[in-house]
């Protein structure tokens, strides 16, 4: 059985202010430094055999407070980025209501494609998925810990289970480190074991 661990970043003032970050570098700051801190020992004793991060700092710096207590290597992953928001990076969503009206509509209601130079979830989905697919065939049998962004994160698992997207709009938000846990094995292939996982506190 492999085990793919598929964890969100600390908390980030982009976060805290509802401004959209997409593949923007914003950093943690103290909140999501001391959330990384509390989930790490929990992450820790599942005993991972490889850690793999986004390049963007806020997912490389939450895997790193892993990495510390697991004495493992954190190997950095550019495809495992947030959604690219296109025109959308960097403004507060109020701004980007006014801004944007049509699109944002459509964003809210769930148009995978709405346009504004956003890239659209069936390519997301394939490119965290690819991702995460290619971890898990190098550590068969093995427990892999991803850090990533919330967005990635549903769709790269929504990819590795074949949901449609209004199965996957069903699905709640991942918090601030906290996880989705996806397993394998030649049976029943991916499944779903756990989601929004975390520290509680």
Request: hydrophobic fraction near 40%.
């Amino acid at each position: 059985m492999t085990r793919l661990i598929i964890w969100r970043h600390g908390n980030t003032d982009w976060n805290a202010a509802s401004r959209v970050q997409g593949q923007s570098d914003a950093p943690l700051n103290d909140l999501g430094r001391e959330q990384a801190r509390a989930a790490a020992p929990l992450l820790a004793a599942m005993r991972p055999d490889a850690i793999v991060a986004s390049d963007l700092s806020r997912a490389a710096d939450t895997a790193a407070a892993l990495a510390a207590l697991a004495g493992l290597p954190v190997r950095s992953d550019a495809r495992l980025r947030e959604r690219h928001f296109g025109r959308w990076q960097g403004l507060l969503l109020t701004e980007i209501a006014e801004r944007f009206p049509d699109e944002y509509a459509r964003w809210r209601a769930g148009d995978p494609d709405p346009g504004a130079g956003i890239e659209p979830l069936d390519e997301l989905g394939k490119r965290i998925g690819t991702a995460l697919q290619e971890v898990a065939d190098e550590v068969p049998g093995g427990t892999i810990v991803i850090a990533t962004h919330g967005g990635a994160a549903r769709q790269g698992c929504g990819h590795l289970l074949g949901w449609e997207h209004a199965v996957l709009r069903t699905i709640g938000s991942l918090s601030n480190c906290h996880w989705t846990e996806l397993r394998h094995d030649a049976e029943r292939g991916w499944h779903l074991r756990a989601h929004n996982v975390g520290p509680t506190g």
